[in-house]
């Protein structure tokens, strides 16, 4: 799932409901000049005419060829004139007018419809905010799900897959019954390189083919300044942006984090939220847990409990640690407790396999949980 594929007026929606600006708007207060069209007459959207008019604007905004191909006509508002109608609604960006005149001429009657369209929006981010994400891909060898914790599963950079700790520790076999050397990858079977060059020379050609996790990585070691890259805030952004853009949701979690932190970026809370938005919606649990705890910090316990119980579905143990606080301070219920408690045991349920135990009993680098 792409986030450049959402529906434009969620995005819209999003950004009345967190208060964010990402673009470049202009304020009501601001002034502006007007230049007036002798082909638009002020008087025309008082006529008896003006159901009419909105009719065939409509109609017009529709409009097919006989061969089925759409035919994008910009068309006034008010005044019905077409061409260049490049003055739009300041606040939904929905309605737009050929000049300065006919937007603040058509104002009081779009105001209320204008209103109606943000509200409507706005419930409809809400509820795809608060949508359970879809759970990320299974192990592809022992098909379980994958555990959240970083140290239970391992990124091949040989075939781009992500191995559990399980698989990736398990022993191989040959037909004797006899344990093989098993530094081979447990998918594609492809031995480890045998250099340190050789293993970036991986990484470059996952990058190539647009792997977003390897491009992931590769802003991580641009932003830390690790593995031979030189430490760059404004490469590791770039490089987080495509990850993103190519559906990696923790990328967006960290251009967040970027603009919290003012890294690469001057400093900007609403930015961090609407990128914290944009990860916790394709899955990213730490975002999502970050939107619980500013929800919090606004005084908005319900809608905090409502990210936490969404973390804790995808196994974040702390999340579960706040809905735990929340019930010791009275603001959530022994229910929303009891319901947290309940998702995290199914969800370590999903997880478990004798397994991913032993890799787990060999070395903490392969906790899983």
Not at 16 to 40: L, Q, R
Not at 222 to 250: C, F, I, M, V
Not at 303 to 322: N, T, V, W, Y
């Amino acid at each position: 799932m792409y986030v450049g594929d959402m529906c434009n007026n969620l995005l819209v929606a999003v950004k009345v409901v967190y208060g964010i600006v990402v673009g470049v708007a202009c304020s009501s207060k601001e002034k502006s000049k007007m230049s007036t069209s002798d082909s638009c007459n002020v008087g025309a959207s008082k006529s008896k005419c003006d159901d009419a008019c909105d009719e065939v604007n409509d109609l017009l905004q529709k409009m097919r060829t006989d061969d089925g191909a759409d035919v994008v006509v910009s068309v006034c508002a008010n005044c019905g004139k077409e061409g260049s109608v490049n003055n739009t609604c300041n606040k939904y960006k929905q309605v737009k007018y050929c000049n300065a005149v006919c937007k603040k001429v058509h104002k009081k009657k779009h105001k209320k419809d204008c209103k109606e369209h943000i509200r409507l929006a706005a419930e409809h981010a809400a509820k795809e905010l608060f949508k359970q994400p879809p759970p990320e891909e299974d192990c592809p060898i022992c098909f379980l799900r994958l555990p959240l914790v970083i140290t239970g599963r391992r990124y091949m950079t040989c075939c781009g897959k992500i191995i559990c700790s399980g698989c990736y520790c398990a022993p191989v076999y040959d037909d004797q019954g006899n344990e093989v050397d098993n530094d081979k990858c447990p998918f594609c079977r492809t031995p480890p390189p045998d250099t340190k060059e050789g293993g970036s020379k991986r990484e470059k050609k996952r990058i190539e083919a647009n792997d977003p996790i390897a491009i992931y990585n590769n802003s991580c070691d641009y932003s830390e300044g690790t593995n031979g890259y030189p430490q760059d805030h404004t490469k590791a952004l770039e490089l987080w942006h495509r990850a993103a853009e190519l559906g990696y949701a923790p990328a967006y979690r960290n251009i967040a984090n970027s603009y919290k932190n003012g890294r690469g970026v001057e400093n900007d809370e609403k930015k961090a939220a609407y990128y914290w938005v944009l990860g916790a919606m394709i899955g990213d649990v730490e975002a999502r847990y970050n939107l619980g705890n500013m929800e919090g910090l606004a005084g908005n316990a319900d809608r905090a409990i409502k990210h936490f119980m969404i973390a804790i579905e995808d196994g974040d143990a702390d999340s579960l640690k706040q809905i735990n606080r929340l019930y010791s301070i009275g603001l959530a219920t022994k229910d929303d407790y009891t319901k947290a408690l309940q998702s995290y045991q199914a969800y370590l349920g999903e997880i478990k396999s004798p397994q991913r135990d032993k890799a787990a009993a060999q070395s903490d680098g392969f906790q899983y949980y």
